[in-house]
């Protein structure tokens, strides 16, 4: 079996482990790249649509979630949103934005990919594939045990993601390196997921499985603006993802829809008070006619909007602004599109990603307690991040 020395080892072939190896690789580090499965950049690949939402220009501090909310700062000061258009850029990678900051490929994901690989045999990284790890060491120096033989390294760099997406090769292998340095770790929750309903409220929406609605979806002080969509177990869409991370427990919670985000409907029905239509007649102008003939029980009034009181009108427009819905739980890891949690950012620097009681021991990207929101967030910490080991490490 191999026995062979490198300056550093990056585990973990996703948008992080290949920045860091790359640019570690630059500082003209030898390096191995090692990966559990038999191909690198499988998030990249399915992000996006196939596309690869690879960066929003719009990234700070203010679009993550972290225990330490300064702690993100320093990295995404450090290489922007800007640096890594540039690096796409100079590889003639043509991109555009979509909506709200956020950079796709104009062909595909596979581009990014390719751009990364080409950035580490540039700089001479070695890439082991279906290389699973079992152990991990230090005394001297960083021992790893695998499958493939045994390396060595002065620096380790843990890239290996979350539990998010197991069906492309997640893995607990970073959290479980952290425990056995003594390492704490932030619970663990799927974030960026679609939502389920409680029991007693789901039967509406099995019945508008498929209907989108642009809406405000909040939850105590934090909203979002964007499509939601139904399902038959809830909801999902961009708004819900955004709001699933910051749901403070895994059940028994509440959120608030506006499902006009445009109108004040009671301004527009005291202001049409004399209109001869129902209100779902009425609602029709504003909403699909499936969402309004589903939410009947809160429309249920056979009088025109003339003729029913005021009192009436305002209790239509309030459920309609304020429609609360009674969250059971989530779809999961299997249907989350990144993990919350992680490695305590109180334990690494915040310009190296090193551990601070560990010498030479980096953390990056989903491993660490920082969740991004959607829309290119999370690829930009993980270059961030990247960045800022490989080159420290």
């Known amino acids: 079996m191999n026995n062979s020395k490198y300056d550093v080892i990056v585990i973990g072939g996703g948008a992080a482990g290949l920045m860091a190896a790359a640019w570690a690789g630059q500082r003209g580090k030898k390096v191995l790249l090692i990966e559990h499965t038999g191909k690198i950049g499988e998030k990249i690949r399915i992000s996006g649509g196939g596309r690869c939402n690879f960066t929003n220009i719009h990234a700070s501090s203010k679009n993550y979630i ?72 230090k005394s001297m120096h960083f021992d790893i045990t695998t499958n493939n033989g045994y390396f060595k390294a002065e620096s380790l760099i843990v890239a290996s993601g979350g539990l998010s997406i197991p069906q492309i090769g997640a893995s607990d292998l970073g959290y479980r390196i952290a425990q056995k340095f003594d390492i704490s770790i932030i619970p663990t929750k799927p974030a960026l997921v679609p939502l389920v309903v409680a029991e007693s ?75 001869k239509q129902t209100p779902v007649n009425y609602l029709k102008a504003h909403l699909t006619n499936r969402l309004v003939d589903n939410l009947i029980t809160i429309l249920d009034f056979n009088k025109s909007i003339t003729d029913l009181k005021k009192e009436n009108l305002l209790l239509i427009a309030n459920k309609l602004h304020h429609f609360q819905v009674p969250i059971s739980g ?35 990207g989903e491993v660490v307690d920082v969740t991004g929101w959607l829309g290119g967030y999370n690829f930009q910490w993980a270059w961030a991040s990247g960045f800022a080991a490989g080159n420290h490490c």
């Open 201 to 275: 409220g789901r039967s509406l929406f099995t019945h508008l499985s498929g209907v989108s609605n642009r809406s405000i979806v909040s939850y105590k002080k934090t909203q979002f603006c964007e499509n939601i969509l139904f399902t038959h177990r809830g909801l999902s869409g961009p708004a819900i993802l955004q709001i699933s991370s910051y749901l403070e427990k895994d059940h028994n919670e509440q959120i608030s829809i506006n499902l006009l985000p445009d109108i004040d409907l009671a301004t527009q029905f005291m202001a049409d008070k004399h209109n």
């Open 330 to 364: 989530t779809e999961g890891y299997q249907k989350a599109e990144v993990t919350a949690g992680g490695v305590d950012t109180n334990e690494l620097s915040s310009k190296t990603m090193g551990c601070k009681k560990i010498p030479n021991l980096f953390f990056i």
């Open 66 to 137: 972290c225990q330490n909310p300064h702690f993100v700062k320093s990295a995404l000061a450090n290489y922007t949103p800007f640096d890594f258009t540039k690096l796409v850029e100079s590889y003639q990678i043509a991109y555009h934005e979509k909506t709200l900051g956020q950079l796709f490929c104009d062909g595909s994901s596979r581009q990014i990919i390719d751009m990364m690989l080409d950035l580490c045999h540039q700089y001479n990284v070695e890439i082991k594939l279906n290389c699973h790890v079992s152990d991990v060491s």
